[in-house]
């Protein structure tokens, strides 16, 4: 795993990633491939599958314990249905899981989405690496995070 | 005893035989002028693949292609087994329909957009849904928030496909619904308006997608297990057969197999396959194969391997004949031809440089004319962003109509038959099709290969292999990993207004107050009685409960209580 810099805060634990597509959109190409290659790239994926509401999003990775919720929509309902998954985190005080967003997001979007904190919010073409170098650094502000709370 | 041999691997042993004859002219080629160049101009050995992964080599010739070829493998368009088209005379006697998918917001809006696309000398009209309509969500539905209008045109109750064909007369239009798991219940309220509009049934014209079983394999928009829309799209299927002869009931899809990540061989294999399974089922039914199979038509995608795209369409025609005539005893000439709608694929649109668009889409349009489409949907340049804007809508509908009437490509059928490039790839896919044929048949059909998540998993290996080629610099897309430009402009795209949720909420809410709800409750309470038997047909019990204005969501949740959810497999 290519973690750089970060790599003391992932010893012994790969980075955990919560891959889900919240909402009611099927279109999966882009999910599965990027599920295959953060596995290539060494962290645990967790893929919840199709259909789950933005409730269940935030139960299984409170349960997992993740690092990192990575959510992909290609239906243009991100601002509802992203939002949603921002809005249930805040409500329930987690600040120890990263969202992360892509798909067709325009690019008037990612300010609004980042301001919920949800970073990353690529589209298609962008290249896996940069992907993962993102999460990457999510993920270790995350486990930064966790070891300052224990 | 020895298992016979089954009809799948008989055929593709032969395929292999046929397609795998030596060929001394090329190797001496290779060995006398080929090589020595290559070596003299310094040329590194590369390999050359497409989609597919078949392997390409730098020439073809006669060898490649079996002797009998003309006689056996292509015959003249509009003779069996139709390799070189459907009709005799192509496109000078029928151009292909200029069919522009579209819908998007409220009912108000597609309408609108229907109008100017037929003003605008359109054809055929082809209608996108929303994904709660594909699901079969009303629209105040809490998982419809958001969505209302995004992905396509809304519609919630028979009261909003009355406000869609507003002023359009179902006589006069031929009529393409891209809808698939809720395919009866819109077949039902298009039934409903024309007979609103006074049209006979057997007037109505027109296709719905109901292709449930690549949902499970690609789009994956269902809502009950497999059998229980099965059964209803084969209730569906003897409804239209005996009352809607104009009315295509399920139109194969490989298109959404393709977009999902597949290779064209995948798509060839995966769709016919389908088509196969459904050509059982009506038989199954107790239909005439001569009835029904004529009904049946094909949606292909055309991507960007211009060949490659025209050796898969060439093959799926010819595929479809001879497994009709051999193996399903279809008689009459008709059930035999493959007729099918191609879209140009958006998977190879980007969202750099996004005009490139404009060049890709016409690349691909061509292929699906020199594969001898009957239909044709091109692409808007936009479409990476965000669904079509009118001026983008407009420039692909040009560029069908420029190939039809400047470049005279449809002077004669099949251009590029005869090609030995051309045929040798025609026969590989083909061969490469009956592999998979052979596969399914071995995991127990189809329906058992898409539970097992068979046909999903190797979907997503062709998906991943291709992604990681273009990381690899192996497979280029320009502007995206070559050529590509930094600090690009967004262009202007389409925003689909928070309006279209509130005007759908309001009209649902006046179906709901304005209805019988006693007739509603009776309606819906006789379509459980049907549905929990599986010999009464469903179809005219949905009639019934669309005409009294039961909604999408109320008739779907009667199947959602007699049939159940489905989970799908895990794929990755």
């Not at chain 2, 292929?367 to 936009?382: E, I, K, M, P, W």
């Not at chain 2, 995991?443 to 998906?463: F, H, P, R």
Request: charged share 25%.
């Amino acid at each position: 795993m290519e973690t750089g810099k970060n790599q003391s805060l992932f010893n012994g634990r790969p980075i955990k990633i919560l891959l889900a597509k919240p909402g009611i959109d099927g279109h999966d190409r882009g999910i599965l491939v990027l599920a295959k290659a953060f596995r290539d790239a060494g962290m645990e994926v967790i893929y919840v599958g199709l259909l789950p509401t933005p409730e269940e999003v935030v139960d299984t990775a409170v349960n997992e314990d993740v690092d990192v919720i990575a959510l992909s929509l290609l239906n243009g309902a991100h601002m509802t249905v992203f939002k949603k998954v921002a809005d249930l985190m805040k409500a329930r005080n987690i600040n120890d899981i990263a969202v992360v967003g892509g798909g067709t997001i325009p690019e008037a979007d990612k300010p609004k989405l980042e301001k919920m904190g949800i970073s990353g919010n690529y589209g298609p073409g962008t290249p896996i690496s940069k992907i993962v170098e993102h999460i990457t650094e999510r993920a270790a502000e995350m486990r930064k995070l966790k070891s300052m709370e224990e | 005893m020895e298992k016979m041999e089954s009809y799948w691997s008989l055929k593709y042993r032969q395929l292999k035989d046929q397609n795998h004859s030596p060929n001394s002219d090329y190797d001496e080629w290779a060995e006398n002028t080929l090589i020595p160049w290559n070596r003299k101009t310094g040329f590194k050995e590369k390999e050359f693949t497409n989609s597919s992964n078949i392997p390409i080599k730098e020439v073809y010739n006669s060898k490649d292609i079996p002797e009998n070829t003309e006689e056996q493998l292509l015959g003249l368009p509009g003779r069996y087994p139709f390799t070189r088209g459907i009709y005799p005379n192509m496109y000078r006697g029928r151009l292909w329909t200029m069919r522009m998918f579209s819908g998007f917001g409220t009912p108000e809006d597609t309408n609108k957009r229907l109008k100017y696309l037929i003003k605008h000398g359109e054809s055929g009209l082809s209608i996108a849904f929303d994904m709660p309509t594909l699901y079969a969500y009303d629209c105040d539905n809490p998982r419809a928030d958001g969505e209302i209008g995004k992905c396509g045109v809304n519609v919630s109750s028979l009261k909003d496909m009355e406000v869609i064909f507003k002023g359009i007369d179902l006589s006069k239009v031929s009529t393409s619904m891209t809808i698939n798991a809720p395919a009866a219940i819109l077949t039902a309220m298009y039934i409903a308006i024309g007979k609103k509009q006074g049209v006979p049934l057997d007037q109505l014209a027109g296709t719905v997608q109901a292709d449930i079983l690549k949902e499970y394999i690609a789009q994956k928009e269902w809502i009950y297990p497999p059998e229980a829309h099965l059964r209803i799209i084969r209730d569906m299927m003897v409804y239209c057969t005996e009352n809607t002869p104009k009315w295509n009931y399920i139109s194969i899809s490989g298109y959404h197999i393709r977009e999902a990540g597949a290779s064209a061989v995948q798509e060839l294999a995966f769709t016919l396959a389908d088509g196969f399974y459904y050509v059982e089922m009506g038989i199954k039914a107790g239909l005439d194969v001569d009835d029904f199979a004529p009904r049946l038509s094909f949606f292909f995608n055309s991507s960007i391997n211009f060949f490659e795209e025209i050796a898969k369409l060439r093959a799926a025609r010819r595929i479809w004949a001879r497994v009709l005539k051999e193996k399903y005893g279809a008689k009459k000439d008709r059930t035999l031809l493959l007729r099918f709608h191609t879209q140009t694929s958006g998977y190879t649109l980007t969202w750099q440089q996004p005009l490139n668009n404009v060049i890709r889409t016409t690349i691909e349009a061509l292929a699906a004319v020199l594969g001898g489409t009957q239909s044709l949907h091109t692409n808007s340049y936009d479409e990476a962003w965000a669904l079509p804007s009118e001026e983008a809508v407009k420039i692909a509908l040009r560029t069908q109509q420029i190939i039809a009437e400047e470049t005279g490509v449809i002077d004669t059928a099949d251009p590029l038959g005869g090609s030995y490039y051309v045929e040798w790839l025609t026969n590989k896919m083909e061969e490469e099709a009956f592999r998979y044929f052979d596969q399914i048949e071995k995991m127990g059909g189809i329906l058992e290969a898409v539970k097992a998540g068979y046909l999903q998993k190797e979907i997503a290996a062709t998906s991943y292999r291709r992604q990681i080629r273009l990381e690899e610099g192996k497979e280029i897309m320009v502007g995206v990993n070559k050529h590509n430009e930094e600090g690009e402009e967004p262009i202007n795209i389409l925003r689909i207004s928070k309006k279209a949720q509130k005007n759908q909420l309001d009209r649902l809410n006046e179906v709901k107050s304005s209805r019988d709800e006693e007739k509603v409750r009776k309606t819906l309470e006789d379509l459980e009685t049907a549905m929990r038997k599986e010999d009464v047909n469903t179809m005219p019990f949905i009639l019934r409960a669309v005409e009294e204005y039961a909604t999408l969501e109320e008739i779907s949740n009667v199947g959602r209580k007699v049939f159940g959810n489905w989970k799908e497999p895990v794929i990755v």
